[in-house]
């Protein structure tokens, strides 16, 4: 069993195009986040297991000894690789007494508790006793906002548990400072994320892991990744619009539209679609010899999936706010992540980013960040990193 302290990040990530599409099996770019989610995990021998979420206002603690003897065996008995089948709802009620929640408790607070444990038990019933450890995950990455934050939460959890546990061999061994795990270790650590996100979620696509696990910029669609190797050095503009909204809420109205209007929805997916390879399609163009037409191309695609993801219904007042103000400046903005709120992404052009933070300025309530894409990656964009910060005494 581990007995280093181990600190684990993971990026967030921003949706160029392909939002709630790629949950029916389309094409979605996303792009990793210089904003991140940490995590420090102490071993000890208290007989405790303890989670401490500060962002929000989460301390739990557990009796390893009674956990163990909680009946888990509803639990998948062969998803040790991280493929089990999605949990049923029988499954999320029974962990909800273990863990205490209440039958009705779907807040964002009681559903991290609930990831939390479903990863631990999950990933640790292997052990001949369940370990005792301290966890504490904070985030910059704020939550509900469509930048990937639950998914950076279960990364970071799957990561440490399974080094911790031993699943994946412990990358510190090989005396560096901060280290990452093979393709191999990262495949693994992206499922049970993605296990972590379905109890968050219900139906998530797997977009929003893959990105945090992976990092750099990404072709996702159906589970396969492509990595987009040359990005041309773009900013946006991220606006919190500060508004609350359920991503699984939102996938499953649009899912009902899709059943309600198939030969309407359907068309504007596929739509959506090829928009996500247009766009690849120039930023590949723009890579080698970038051009001003380029930034109409990406303006008016941008234009287009905004009024598509409207058409999807899942629009809100404060998004065609950010949109209206930043067109009157001459910039384009369209919703990143579920929508219903959540955060926006506007195109900044070379020399714009002033005319952007007056755009945006008092058109929203929340707080924006200037987000380079592309060009040459910082610690912060690249995928998972481990670090071990000393032994335990």
């Not at 956990?67 to 962990?95: H, I, R, W, Y």
């Not at 234009?303 to 930043?326: F, R, Y």
């Amino acid at each position: 069993m581990l007995s280093e302290v181990l600190l684990v990040s993971a990026p967030g990530k921003v949706i160029l195009h392909g939002e709630h599409a790629v949950v029916h099996g389309k094409i979605a770019l996303a792009v990793a986040l210089n904003l991140r989610t940490f995590l420090r995990l102490q071993p000890h021998s208290n007989g405790k297991m303890c989670l401490n979420l500060p962002n929000i206002g989460v301390k739990r603690a557990w009796d390893v000894a009674r956990l163990q003897l909680q009946d888990t065996s509803f639990l998948e008995p062969g998803n040790a690789t991280g493929d089990a089948a999605a949990p049923t709802s029988e499954q999320v009620e029974k962990l909800k007494e273990v863990a205490g929640i209440p039958k009705d408790g779907a807040d964002p607070e009681c559903l991290a508790v609930l990831a939390f444990l479903y990863l631990y038990l999950s990933i640790c019933r292997k052990q001949r006793t369940l370990p005792s450890l301290d966890i504490t995950v904070w985030s910059e990455l704020p939550t509900g906002a469509g930048l990937g934050s639950s998914a950076a939460y279960s990364v970071c959890l799957a990561a440490a548990l399974l080094t911790a546990c031993e699943a994946i061999p412990n990358p510190q061994n090989n005396g560096e400072s901060a280290s990452r795990w093979t393709m191999e270790d990262l495949e693994l650590i992206n499922k049970w994320a993605f296990q972590g996100e379905r109890m968050i979620h219900g139906n998530p696509s797997g977009v929003d892991n893959t990105i945090s696990t992976w990092g750099g910029a990404l072709r996702y669609q159906q589970g396969k990744i492509s990595s987009i190797k040359r990005l041309p050095a773009l900013k946006i503009l991220l606006t919190n619009t500060k508004v609350p909204r359920s991503t699984k809420a939102l996938v499953a109205s649009v899912r009902s539209r899709l059943l309600k209007f198939p030969e309407i929805v359907a068309p504007l997916l596929t739509s959506i679609n090829a928009i996500s390879l247009e766009c690849e399609r120039t930023l590949e163009e723009m890579a080698s010899a970038p051009a001003p037409e380029h930034y109409l191309v990406l303006e008016e695609l941008i234009d287009i999936n905004q009024h598509h993801l409207n058409a999807l219904g899942v629009g809100h007042a404060s998004l065609d706010q950010l949109c209206q103000v930043t067109m009157a400046h001459g910039l384009h903005s369209k919703l990143t992540g579920a929508g219903g709120g959540g955060c926006g992404i506007t195109l900044l052009r070379p020399g714009t980013w002033g005319r952007g933070t007056v755009a945006t300025r008092g058109s929203c309530r929340g707080p924006t960040w200037a987000v380079a894409l592309g060009g040459r990656r910082s610690w912060r964009t690249v995928p998972l990193l481990l670090c071990v910060l000393g032994q335990v005494n």
